[in-house]
């Protein structure tokens, strides 16, 4: 069954995930990235903020990067990259996807927002050491699991390794955050890098 998808993201932002899934899901799909975006009128259309990502698929208009993913895999009868709903692999699915973006991207975002985003007068330098404490906490968790599993749910890929592993290889790169203490989310890493069709931004 085809499928009208248009996508819109930017670069290697969270729009990456649904870029990923669509890739791995072998559907065809219009990308849009442009300068500008961000903030546009004609993206608020189709996010109430104007950010990224935003999809409509078949005439459905969807945000949050997550949502678009989980949404996309199971429209495709079949699909390989995520477990039924109602089933235990699902489950863990929604565990690390809700554990990735609470205990440790919610906080890599607060700093970037604090380092970077945010106008002089709004950034509170302060809270960025206790951010890296909390996103520490986080990691520790996740090298714990890789240590015991190639991936996330069970010993296969899925969509899981690629919302979470974006968020982890941002930890890495963006977040300034050292792996020294993390070989084995190191080691996973570099098995979703080795991926055909990973859209994970190169290490720094």
């Given amino acids: 069954m085809q499928h009208a998808i248009r996508l819109y993201g930017v670069g290697g932002t ?7 899934v669509l890739y791995e899901l072998g559907l065809d799909f219009e ?5 500008g975006l961000i903030g546009s009128d004609e993206l608020r259309t189709f996010h109430p903020q104007a950010k990224s990502p935003a999809a409509v698929i078949d ?3 969807l945000f949050e990067s997550s949502a678009i993913c989980n949404y996309l895999c199971d429209m495709v009868a079949d699909n390989k990259l995520l477990a039924p709903s109602g089933t235990p692999a699902r489950g863990r699915h929604e565990q690390w996807v809700s554990f990735a973006q609470s205990e440790i991207e919610g906080w890599l975002w607060s700093n970037f927002k604090h380092r970077t985003l945010y106008p002089e007068k709004r950034r509170v330098p302060a809270v960025i050491e206790q951010n890296y404490k909390e996103i520490h906490a986080g990691l520790s968790v996740l090298e714990k699991t890789c240590t ?5 749910v069970g010993d296969e890929f899925s969509a899981t390794d690629i919302i979470v592993g974006w968020t982890v290889n941002w930890a890495r790169n963006g ?3 050292s792996f020294d203490e993390f070989p084995s989310l190191s080691a ?3 098995r979703l890098f080795a991926r055909e ?3 994970l931004s190169p290490p720094d």
């Avoid at 969270?14 to 990923?20: G, H, L, Q």
């Avoid at 990308?31 to 300068?35: A, F, K, N, Q």
């Avoid at 015991?148 to 996330?152: F, G, K, T």
């Fill in 31 to 35: 990308y849009i990235d442009r300068d």
């Fill in 59 to 61: 005439g459905l208009v």
């Fill in 188 to 190: 996973y890493l570099g």
């Fill in 175 to 177: 977040g300034k955050v």
């Fill in 14 to 20: 969270r729009s990456a995930r649904c870029r990923w």
């Fill in 148 to 152: 015991e599993s190639d991936y996330l």
């Fill in 197 to 199: 069709h990973c859209t």
